[in-house]
């Protein structure tokens, strides 16, 4: 008898052959509810599901607390590279990100995962001292009794956009999921115009894909069939397998200019595997990403990755 479980994930082309049933999970009658806005809640319109989307630096938050009720496999749904995603105003004197210490800078809330990599690669490869910083926050979304370490100096400035703070000049720069630029206000930049190229070198040396979104498991569904990890694991997998398929063959039919040479490229610098999942070869990526949450107070100790996954996936 196959166990009925649903699950919400974003309409992502590594997660299609689980959205039209092509792969389906052992043992699991998986019911797949899309998304626009995946990652958010472990609820859509009401409705909590037993497999879902998550943003991993929240999740990192509740570790110390452990009140979701959802424990995470080493399924990365989301990575992004964030260079490109820090704005500044071209009228606020920044020139280089040094230049950024001591300004207002605004973010979507501090537990934002774009914004823990973001800060973590400032601090850690171009001197930003966090300390020093204003931090201009649209919204406070914590887990427990968490409240921002004393050492930030926090604003909250709710129902006004950070688009809005950064084109008239209240903020210096922004860190955000959106996209500002190019071309979208004359006064909005790139901190980093070369980015792609600063995303390249980045990946070269660390080997990091930055983790955004990470796949959970309701623990109550875990404590009475915890099979169900590995299965999840193994279907996500597959789904990824045929996504990687239809990439080599679009490769000489998708509708762009430069495709084949991107494939290409990312191939050579990263192998067949580009996406990563999995806990063994993803374990100093996700250190990382836990360092980073503790050194910005997001947790009160430094999380082994062992303890934010599941103990079935520890071998994968």
Not at 88 to 103: F, Q, V
Not at 159 to 176: E, N, P, R
Request: charged share 25%.
């Amino acid at each position: 008898m196959t166990l009925k479980l649903a699950m919400t994930c974003g309409h992502y082309d590594r997660a299609q052959a689980l959205i039209n049933g092509t792969v389906k999970p052992d043992g699991i009658d998986l019911e797949v509810v899309v998304t626009d806005d995946p990652g958010r809640d472990t609820k859509v319109n009401g409705r909590e599901f037993d497999i879902a989307e998550f943003y991993s630096g929240l999740y990192i938050a509740d570790l110390h607390y452990k009140s979701m009720g959802y424990t995470a496999i080493p399924i990365f749904v989301k990575r992004m590279f964030r260079h490109s995603y820090i704005y500044i105003n071209k009228r606020s004197g920044i020139r280089s990100p040094a230049d950024l210490n001591s300004k207002r800078i605004g973010i979507q809330n501090w537990m934002t995962t774009t914004a823990v990599w973001q800060r973590g690669l400032l601090e850690d490869e171009y001197g930003l001292d966090l300390k020093s910083v204003t931090w201009v926050a649209q919204r406070n979304r914590g887990v427990g009794d968490w409240k921002p370490p004393a050492w930030v100096k926090m604003e909250f400035i709710p129902g006004q956009s950070q688009y809005d703070l950064l084109a008239s000049g209240q903020i210096a720069a922004g860190m955000t999921t959106e996209t500002w630029a190019p071309n979208v206000h004359p006064d909005i930049d790139f901190l980093f115009p070369n980015y792609a190229e600063l995303e390249r070198e980045y990946f070269k040396r660390t080997g990091f894909f930055p983790i955004m979104q990470t796949l959970l498991i309701k623990n109550s569904v875990l404590e009475k069939d915890p099979w169900v990890a590995m299965s999840m694991y193994n279907a996500w997998q597959q789904s990824k397998k045929k996504c990687y398929e239809w990439l080599e063959w679009q490769r000489v039919h998708q509708t762009s200019l430069w495709y084949r040479a991107l494939w290409e490229e990312e191939q050579a610098v990263a192998g067949p595997d580009i996406y990563l999942w999995g806990f063994q070869k993803t374990r100093p990526e996700v250190a990382k990403l836990l360092e980073y949450c503790y050194r910005q107070g997001m947790t009160p100790r430094n999380f082994r990755p062992e303890e934010m996954f599941h103990p079935s996936t520890l071998g994968t």
